[in-house]
């Protein structure tokens, strides 16, 4: 058995998440505890009981999800549950990086909360827009989304598994790929509820943002490699992954060719650790025979360590 963590991105949180390990477990409690000083208010009280507009925040989502991610992830370390790699969703990647050592939790929160901030603050809420199209060849949606260009920036921001592809860019030309999706026999198209359009060029001024920061944090070498959004490569090195990191904002996630690259490696059990199940079911689709479990909550933990015979 070789195991992979997969951590979530946004869109996962919801509020009540990680309400049993907080409850339960002091290392977990800790990890909130930590994440509070740095971000100057009470982070578990609003993962606990929101309002859900103020978690759903991409500034406080960020944070939200990275912590709930590593709170869960303690105690199964704890309990002797490690993996000889990791890859995360876009935000997930910070996850994945705090999870095999290469930030401090402190470094993490600061610099996941400063890039919401960043991509927030790229677009005017209400210029930006992302879609799923469902049912489409990568050629067909990338051939879409250059016929509608015409009508300003638009390209695939997340290829996410076969026939789920999400595009992102300037409202106006991300409607027009929606329509010519449509057209071109696309089964479903769905506008995301997202107030930024992540993973595209309208992103780059973030990106050069976060650098500044990425430059100033420490980074240490991997104790065991992630599998990166923007090349879906295995990376271990601090030098590797900061270009890396600042390239992911801006550059399509490769989410289907990550897991792909994981399952030619041999990872034949993927544990996706965080609120939600949504990476759970793209591997699914991805790697076939691949073993998929997830811990959300004391019930999917113990499922787990029971499938896993810890």
């Given at each position: 058995m070789k195991i992979a963590f997969i951590f979530p991105g946004q869109g996962s949180q919801y509020a009540g998440m990680t309400k049993e390990f907080t409850e339960?477990?002091?290392?977990?409690?800790?990890?909130?505890?930590?994440?509070?000083?740095?971000?100057?208010?009470?982070?578990?009280?609003?993962?606990?009981?929101?309002?859900?507009?103020?978690?759903?925040?991409?500034?406080?989502?960020?944070?939200?999800?990275?912590?709930?991610?590593?709170?869960?992830?303690?105690?199964?370390?704890?309990?002797?549950?490690?993996?000889?790699?990791?890859?995360?969703h876009s935000l997930g990647e910070y996850t994945a990086i705090t999870a095999a050592g290469g930030f401090e939790l402190k470094d993490a929160v600061a610099l996941v909360q400063k890039r919401g901030r960043y991509m927030q603050e790229a677009v005017p809420e209400g210029t930006g827009l992302m879609a799923a199209i469902l049912g489409m060849e990568r050629e067909d949606v990338e051939k879409t989304c250059h016929e509608a260009?015409?009508?300003?920036?638009?390209?695939?921001?997340?290829?996410n598994s076969p026939g789920q592809i999400v595009i992102a860019g300037e409202k106006k030309a991300v409607e027009k790929a929606m329509e010519i999706a449509k057209g071109a026999g696309a089964k479903k198209v769905i506008p995301l509820a997202v107030s930024v359009p992540s993973h595209c060029s309208m992103m780059k001024q973030a990106g050069q943002r976060l650098a500044q920061d990425l430059e100033k944090v420490n980074i240490s070498d991997l104790r065991m490699p992630i599998v990166n959004n923007a090349d879906a490569m295995f990376l271990r090195t601090a030098s590797e992954l900061r270009p890396a990191l600042v390239r992911q904002i801006s550059s399509p996630l490769y989410w289907e060719d990550s897991i792909k690259n994981m399952a030619s490696n041999g990872f034949d059990t993927f544990i996706e650790i965080g609120p939600g199940k949504v990476l759970s079911g793209l591997v699914r689709r991805i790697a076939k025979d691949a073993k998929v479990l997830n811990v959300e909550d004391q019930k999917s933990m113990s499922a787990t360590l029971d499938a896993l015979g810890i």
């Open positions: 339960n477990f002091i290392e977990s409690k800790e990890v909130f505890e930590t994440a509070s000083s740095v971000l100057g208010y009470d982070l578990e009280h609003l993962c606990l009981h929101g309002p859900v507009e103020k978690l759903n925040l991409t500034e406080n989502t960020q944070p939200a999800i990275l912590a709930a991610s590593i709170a869960i992830l303690r105690p199964l370390e704890r309990r002797g549950l490690t993996a000889s790699a990791a890859a995360g260009a015409k009508n300003g920036i638009v390209a695939p921001a997340n290829y």
